[in-house]
């Protein structure tokens, strides 16, 4: 039975006003605001519900709308086609779609187009009124939720490479033979979910046209690799690895470097590691409390003054003397059981020592058995209270983080060998220009001990006396 008697319907913009009402309340909404232009606010409302919306108002602008605004809707038609009709995700037209909703409806107002039938209205309102199933889906269980960083980057391109190179210290790397993405981070199911989400999200804001975002999509591939993140990631454990990282991150560097958006900031990210091992799923929802921002630190050691410095701003501090650091924050257990994360990458990342370090398994030792007292707190332990062992800790990640950056910074024994080849072979005439002299210089001396040589080894020694000189002389 037809519910949209309950509401007057008198014009083409009635329906509108209505159906962005009853989407703003289900889904929520996006304001954009830009300096010197008004701000612009639309509902996030997912693919399936774009489909039911565009229902409601295709027919009328094939038979009714002018050739400008036909056109501008098969724009619309041909983003939204590409997008799987029953998907609850957010729709990547987003913005574009309810601009040309309202145009629509100006125009149809305008020509005195016939209204549309009841019963379209009401599957509309009844879809956007259908709960969305992702969030729950998603949410992670307190315990094994850890808060990291929130990252703010000037452009699109800047952040995929921040991502990248984020992803590539918390879960390592792998080589792909590809000049484009030569190393890519070994990602897991739940990353990979979490970043076409945020991305996703920002082709919904960037898009001002369909015919934007459509290109967009085209030229990376970007439609076809997030289809197959929902088909393989989304139902998959977790922390398992995704299985195409390599064309995921490849796609995503082509969308956000090459079709970036110049005139839109991306919004900042906030990414929430779960705890390693930990699978429960679809637990209550968590307050996270407040985020952390960190700029890009040059150094490791850099990183780790950063944190302490953010944690002591965030959760206070206390004073400690007679060890080997002056102040320590007061973290919680799932603070530490970020950065215990955070740092236990990065030292995998470097390798625990360079070969001429003989100072490093103190260090080392000492990290290991600060991460493994993080370890054995239980589970079910209340994530927002302070850590018993902080000092211990803290004095662990700043040594730790001193090993990392030297171990990075320290030349390994292969690129010693590269180094020691190339002045080998950069020295290789001068070399040979002395041993020759020297040849000949004893074979004259003691012509007897040397006749075995023979006449061509003489001659062999005199041409490479000769071959540098001329080659001098032609500089």
Not at 2 to 14: A, E, I, R
Not at 87 to 106: C, P
Not at 143 to 149: E, I, K, N, Q, S
Not at 367 to 385: E, I, R
Request: glycine share 4%.
């Amino acid at each position: 039975m037809s519910d949209s008697h309950s509401f007057s319907v008198q014009s083409w913009s009635d329906v509108y006003q209505m159906l962005f009402a009853k989407a703003e309340a289900s889904r929520g909404t996006v304001t954009l605001t830009a300096s010197g232009s008004p701000s612009v606010t639309f509902p996030n409302t997912t693919c399936r519900d774009a489909f039911a919306l565009a229902s409601v108002f295709d027919l009328a602008v094939d038979n009714h709308a002018s050739g400008p605004l036909v056109a501008r809707w098969i724009w619309e038609a041909e983003l939204l086609v590409g997008e799987p009709e029953g998907s609850t995700e957010t729709y990547v037209g987003n913005r574009s779609f309810w601009e040309t909703l309202a145009a629509v409806a100006i125009e149809l107002d305008r020509v005195r187009a016939p209204l549309p039938a009841l019963p379209l209205i009401d599957d509309a309102r009844r879809e956007l009124e259908t709960a969305r199933p992702v969030a729950a889906q998603r949410t992670r269980n307190a315990a094994g939720t850890m808060l990291v960083t929130v990252l703010s980057e000037p452009s699109w391109k800047a952040m995929a490479l921040r991502q990248l190179a984020f992803f590539c210290v918390l879960r390592g790397e792998t080589e792909e033979d590809s000049p484009f993405v030569p190393a890519v981070p070994a990602t897991c199911n739940a990353d990979v979910l979490a970043l076409a989400d945020y991305w996703t999200d920002q082709l919904a804001r960037a898009g001002q046209h369909a015919s934007d975002t459509h290109y967009r999509l085209v030229y990376s591939c970007w439609r076809e690799v997030l289809h197959r993140v929902m088909r393989y990631a989304k139902h998959a454990p977790a922390h398992d690895t995704y299985a195409y990282n390599a064309e995921f991150w490849s796609a995503l560097l082509l969308l956000t470097t090459q079709s970036d958006a110049c005139d839109t900031a991306p919004t900042p990210w906030a990414f929430h590691v779960p705890a390693p091992g930990h699978h429960r799923r679809n637990a209550a929802a968590v307050d996270t409390g407040a985020t952390l921002e960190f700029p890009a630190a040059k150094t490791w050691d850099e990183a780790a003054q950063m944190q302490r410095d953010a944690f002591s701003k965030l959760r206070g501090e206390d004073t400690i003397t007679g060890r080997l650091i002056g102040r320590v924050p007061r973290t919680t257990v799932a603070d530490v059981r970020q950065l215990a994360a955070y740092w236990s990458a990065g030292l995998a990342k470097v390798d625990e020592h360079s070969f001429a370090d003989v100072s490093y398994r103190h260090v080392v030792e000492r990290w290991k058995a600060a991460v493994a007292d993080v370890d054995h707190v239980p589970l079910n332990a209340d994530p927002t209270s302070v850590y018993a062992h902080n000092i211990d800790f803290w004095e662990a990640l700043i040594t730790i983080a001193i090993q990392v950056a030297v171990t990075a910074e320290t030349p390994s024994r292969w690129q010693l060998v590269k180094e020691a080849t190339k002045q080998a072979f950069a020295d290789l005439p001068r070399t040979l220009k002395t041993a020759a002299q020297d040849l000949v210089t004893d074979a004259l001396a003691r012509p007897l001990l040397y006749a075995g040589i023979g006449l061509g080894g003489i001659a062999l020694a005199v041409l490479l006396l000769r071959r540098p000189a001329h080659g001098e002389s032609k500089s």
